[in-house]
């Protein structure tokens, strides 16, 4: 790893507790930015800062409301400035910061803030979306039914947001698996409810 990127992360892993939204998902957002940035073309100076940066105001957003794609912009740009990272770079890391979010209303106008929040939609997908939505609804002292409704609201509906070609064709793979887990879950909720007579 680049000496650079290995200083931003370790910036960034201090801004993270544990949980749904914790570290490892920045790392896993990370890694496949790693697989697919390459193969859709994507400047890869802008593209893994992006990636490092983009959930670190989270934390902040559950103690204060304020939303964390437009702190995590301001943090990111006041890093990188202060490292004399390429200017020529930073507007295009800020500007997929605050693209990312799935309800943030902000069209990702560059290839890299599509690959991004291609990324983090995947990352909500599949057998890690899963867990993830789960572990959130247990942080929220909320249940299955909650955690399903999540389901239903937001996560079936992403694989129809992807923006790249290599997104669209992982999105596939892990909305199945959406799909294969509500069933299985459905039918084992019924099997535990029996029908009045």
Avoid: W
């Avoid at 949980?19 to 100076?45: K, N, S």
């Avoid at 887990?181 to 029908?195: G, I, K, R, V």
Wanted: glycine letters at 8%; hydrophobic letters at 40%.
């Amino acid at each position: 790893m680049h000496e650079e990127t290995a200083a931003m992360l370790d910036y960034v892993r201090t801004a993270f507790p544990s949980g749904a939204h914790g570290f490892d998902h920045t790392e896993r957002v990370v890694r496949l930015c790693e697989r697919i940035g390459p193969l859709e073309g994507a400047d890869m100076a802008i593209l893994i800062p992006a990636a490092l940066f983009h959930d670190i105001a989270r934390p902040l957003e559950e103690e204060t409301g304020v939303p964390h794609e437009e702190e995590g912009a301001r943090i990111a740009e006041s890093y990188l400035r202060s490292i004399r990272y390429p200017e020529d770079r930073i507007a295009g890391i800020v500007h997929a910061i605050r693209a990312h979010r799935y309800s943030t209303g902000i069209a990702p106008e560059t290839l890299e803030a599509r690959v991004l929040s291609d990324v983090d939609n995947l990352d909500a997908m599949g057998a890690v979306g899963i867990a993830r939505t789960f572990m959130q609804s247990g942080e929220q002292g909320r249940g299955i039914a909650d955690a399903t409704a999540h389901f239903h609201d937001k996560l079936l509906n992403l694989r129809d947001r992807m923006y790249t070609e290599t997104g669209r064709s992982i999105a596939e793979e892990r909305h199945a698996r959406l799909v294969a887990f509500l069933d299985a879950l459905d039918d084992e909720m019924d099997a535990q409810n029996p029908q009045e007579v």
